[in-house]
């Protein structure tokens, strides 16, 4: 193998979120590894005639940023459907706004008679009116086709009656265990607007992908610095595709994928935790997903104190939704651990998270030894005595600080101020000696790693509140929580995360430094280059 570098970026700030938090002036790789880091002088010596050395005057570099929950297999069909976000994403603000750009992607897309019509983003509590958009509304405007309009939250949505009718929620119909049907008032019909397992299996129905959209979208998370992506609830058939685009045409980003818990017997049984099998050219089968409750901004999150506002059907002393009884989440948690299987459960309430230490213990008393550091995902409408226990027990979160922006005027209201200023408690966390890390959860919120870590060190709601003043990250703290943490998280810090000689060339250059810009101006920090092991997969050739 030569020794003479492939590529040198030079006259650089170099962030190597390294244990000392070195940073250097220049990175060199070979072979697609990290073969020097240093000054300009000692690195660019090892140019060869053949080396690319590139001349970055200034700009800074940071290691490949790693989204450690996000969702490439759900995010990659609704590129080509309606976004409805409300502000500051978006600009949706009415319902006469939703059911123009239904109408407009429905022309863009050319969509058949019968076919589907997609909207996401959907955040009522946010619009300027009430944002009530319903079966009959839908099917007035929308007579011919199917249609549904996925909520911000991914864990709820409307239908129109073709849809409804075809899952079978129509008048008099019984709630699934889990889920909640909402009815017109006074009546037993349906409205549309369906939540968690009333839900679920109908969104699974509406990921219908390709290769070109998968390709697409993990293009997309190249270009705002994402080397690393987990695909966080993956069914098998979409593990078995992007392992085909992996050992195929190959992939610009690695990708993770988590099982998704219904399918983890499946999983096992097809091998794809041997080690023959987990692993190839960039894609992963890491872990397996259970979703143990809902969103807080959607109302499905289960907590132990009530909310302020009620269930999202108008249901009062509402707690929230258990989506998978207990001795379900034992066994599955049981079964994972006894094969080696990491453990990713969703909890965004203390509820859900006391839901995942009980059945972590529960698998520990049955014999099965956790193979290490189960990750709560998202971890946001919790307990602090809770942190103590993912400390004695070896859990390690994965929070979600873009709620702070996005969602924390809907978490005041729903949960007062104390819960919500104390939402992904991010610096309690680091302060008794965790490891937390925050994630996109792309399509929930956008994939841009600098916005994220911008909310992480300000935790400002759109409507200017502060969420937990207390509970903020200095810059650096925010970058690692997206760089090494992440990797420790999905147990490859010993080959990304950091920028260290032998671990992975994969690098991103930004136009400014996080560390040394006015926080404000961290969240508009430009992605100019995205290196995966050594080549540029942004912008493409």
């Known amino acids: 193998m030569s020794t003479t570098p492939d590529l040198i970026l030079t006259n650089a700030t170099v962030v190597t979120v390294d244990d000392a938090d070195t940073v250097a002036e220049a990175v060199a790789v070979t072979g697609g590894v990290i073969t020097a880091v240093g000054s300009a002088a000692e690195v660019g010596a090892l140019a060869g005639p053949a080396t690319e050395v590139v001349d970055l005057a200034g700009r800074t570099v940071v290691p490949g940023f790693v989204d450690p929950h996000s969702h490439v297999s759900m995010g990659a069909p609704y590129v080509k459907h309606a976004a409805l976000h409300t502000p500051p994403v978006g600009d949706t603000r009415t319902v006469d706004d939703i059911v123009r750009k239904l109408h407009e992607n429905l022309e863009k897309n050319r969509t058949p008679a019968g076919g589907l019509l997609l909207g996401w983003g959907y955040y009522p509590d946010e619009m300027d009116d009430d944002g009530a958009v319903t079966a009959d509304l839908l099917d007035r405007e929308f007579p011919d086709h199917r249609v549904c309009v996925v909520h911000v939250s991914g864990h709820g949505g409307v239908a129109n009656t073709r849809v409804l009718e075809a899952h079978g929620y129509v008048d008099g119909c019984d709630d699934p265990e889990g889920g909640t049907v909402v009815r017109y008032p006074g009546t037993r019909k349906p409205n549309g607007v369906l939540w968690e397992n009333a839900w679920m299996p109908l969104m699974f129905t509406m990921m219908d992908t390709d290769d070109d959209a998968l390709l697409a979208m993990m293009r997309e998370y190249?270009?705002?610095?994402?080397?690393?992506?987990?695909?966080?609830?993956?069914?098998?058939?979409?593990?078995?595709?992007?392992?085909?685009?992996?050992?195929?045409?190959?992939?610009?980003?690695?990708?993770?994928?988590?099982?998704?818990?219904?399918?983890?017997?499946?999983?096992?049984?097809?091998?794809?935790?041997?080690?023959?099998?987990?692993?190839?050219?960039?894609?992963?089968?890491?872990?397996?997903?259970?979703?143990?409750?809902?969103?807080?901004q959607g109302k499905t999150a289960n907590v132990t104190q009530e909310y302020l506002t009620g269930g999202p059907g108008g249901e009062p002393h509402w707690h929230g939704i258990q989506n998978i009884p207990q001795a379900d989440a034992d066994a599955i948690v049981t079964t994972a651990y006894r094969h080696g299987v990491q453990v990713f459960a969703h909890c965004n309430g203390d509820a859900a998270i006391d839901e995942l230490l009980a059945s972590h213990r529960a698998a520990k008393a049955a014999g099965a030894t956790?193979?290490?550091?189960?990750?709560?995902?998202?971890?946001?409408?919790?307990?602090?005595?809770?942190?103590?226990?993912?400390?004695?027990?070896?859990?390690?979160?994965?929070?979600?600080?873009?709620?702070?922006?996005?969602?924390?005027?809907?978490?005041?209201?729903?949960?007062?101020?104390?819960?919500?200023?104390?939402?992904?408690?991010?610096?309690?966390?680091?302060?008794?000696?965790?490891?937390?890390?925050?994630?996109?959860?792309?399509?929930?919120?956008?994939?841009?790693?600098?916005?994220?870590?911008?909310?992480?060190?300000?935790?400002?709601?759109?409507?200017?509140?502060?969420?937990?003043?207390?509970?903020?990250?200095?810059?650096?703290?925010?970058?690692?929580?997206?760089?090494?943490?992440?990797?420790?998280?999905?147990?490859?810090?010993?080959?990304?995360?950091?920028?260290?000689?032998?671990?992975?060339?994969?690098?991103?250059?930004?136009?400014a430094n996080p560390l040394d810009v006015d926080v404000e101006a961290i969240k508009d920090i430009a992605v100019l280059r995205t290196i995966k092991r050594g080549v540029t997969v942004y912008p493409a050739s």
């Not at 219904?262 to 987990?278: H, I, R, T, Y």
């Not at 998202?378 to 994965?398: A, C, I, K």
């Not at 937990?468 to 925010?478: I, N």
Request: charged letters at 20%.
């Open 222 to 296: 190249a270009r705002w610095g994402v080397t690393t992506v987990q695909d966080g609830a993956a069914t098998v058939e979409q593990i078995a595709t992007i392992r085909a685009l992996a050992d195929g045409p190959g992939i610009p980003v690695d990708v993770r994928s988590l099982v998704l818990f219904s399918e983890l017997d499946e999983a096992l049984e097809q091998g794809w935790f041997a080690p023959d099998k987990v692993d190839s050219n960039g894609h992963t089968v890491q872990g397996v997903k259970l979703i143990l409750d809902g969103s807080p």
């Open 370 to 511: 956790p193979p290490g550091r189960t990750i709560p995902i998202h971890s946001q409408v919790m307990r602090l005595d809770q942190l103590d226990e993912y400390v004695t027990e070896g859990f390690e979160p994965s929070m979600f600080t873009i709620h702070c922006l996005i969602f924390g005027d809907t978490h005041v209201r729903n949960f007062g101020q104390e819960r919500a200023f104390g939402i992904s408690p991010m610096r309690s966390a680091v302060d008794k000696g965790l490891r937390p890390t925050n994630h996109s959860d792309y399509p929930i919120t956008p994939i841009n790693p600098l916005q994220l870590l911008w909310t992480s060190v300000v935790r400002r709601s759109t409507g200017g509140t502060v969420l937990g003043p207390h509970e903020r990250l200095t810059p650096l703290e925010g970058l690692r929580s997206l760089t090494i943490d992440a990797a420790y998280e999905h147990r490859t810090e010993g080959d990304r995360g950091s920028i260290e000689v032998g671990k992975l060339g994969d690098l991103v250059v930004l136009d």
